[in-house]
């Protein structure tokens, strides 16, 4: 299946250090809590679904960094991407849907998951549990899980927050820069009216501006010069 158009225009998310941490030990905890090998966090990074965070513990197979193509391939992530809701399979080995799905390979025979969005609604990941034993999982390991999943989605919120804040303080310090560079005497030819820049620089105004500012230009002309240049014109 190809990714939409949405997934398309995915917000780029840079999850700092110590956010990994928190959610290590919310995985950790998931995996603790319901006595399970494998608690994960899984991120979209197109073509490849990829283990961002996962459960510490011996019997987990799953390692940060492991990655597989995700469209097509079966995952039960890659249903959870799809359909954008929850996934309980409590044995794939007796479900003729998941009998053959990949994570068999890694004797992980029962799975829950849930999609983690980002704040302009396209896929981040997803946050899942899987055990090596036939596991429906309980309403309140259910519950659990979705709780989970909102305070990544939060936390996701708040980077995405802080990202846009960035972008604008930026461009209100390029306006900033632009109105100190645009204001004040400029030094200007008497003559051809070109303007002397801080280099000493001759440079035509429209150079000048374009280079110093994000205006830009649309020649036309003007009825003085039209009835100088082009007698009879009509305007």
Not at 50 to 74: F, T
Not at 150 to 169: F, G, K, R, S
Request: one cysteine or more; aromatic letters at 8%; hydrophobic letters at 35%.
């Amino acid at each position: 299946m190809e990714k939409s158009q949405q997934d398309k225009d995915s917000l780029q998310i840079d999850v700092s250090e110590a956010k990994l941490t928190a959610w290590q030990e919310i995985v950790d905890t998931m995996a603790d809590i319901m006595g399970i090998p494998a608690g994960l966090i899984m991120r979209l990074n197109e073509p490849d679904i990829e283990v961002l965070v996962s459960s510490k513990g011996q019997s987990n197979p799953y390692h940060p960094g492991d990655k597989e193509k995700v469209w097509g391939s079966g995952l039960y992530c890659e249903t959870v991407l799809k359909s954008r809701n929850k996934l309980l399979v409590p044995n794939a080995l007796a479900d003729e849907n998941w009998k053959n799905n990949p994570d068999i390979k890694l004797q992980m025979i029962s799975y829950m998951g849930f999609p983690i969005l980002l704040p302009d609604g396209s896929a981040f990941g997803t946050i899942c549990v899987l055990d090596k034993d036939e596991n429906a999982y309980t309403d309140k390991y259910e519950k659990l899980l979705r709780k989970f999943r909102d305070l990544i989605q939060a936390d996701l919120e708040i980077i995405y927050m802080n990202n846009m804040l960035q972008d604008e303080n930026k461009q209100l310090t390029d306006y900033i820069s632009e109105i100190k560079t645009l204001r004040g005497i400029l030094p200007i030819c008497m003559h051809c009216k070109k303007i002397r820049d801080d280099k000493g620089y001759w440079n035509q105004v429209e150079a000048y501006i374009q280079k110093n500012s994000e205006a830009s230009f649309s020649h036309g002309i003007c009825k003085e010069c039209a009835e100088k240049y082009y007698p009879g014109m009509h305007l």
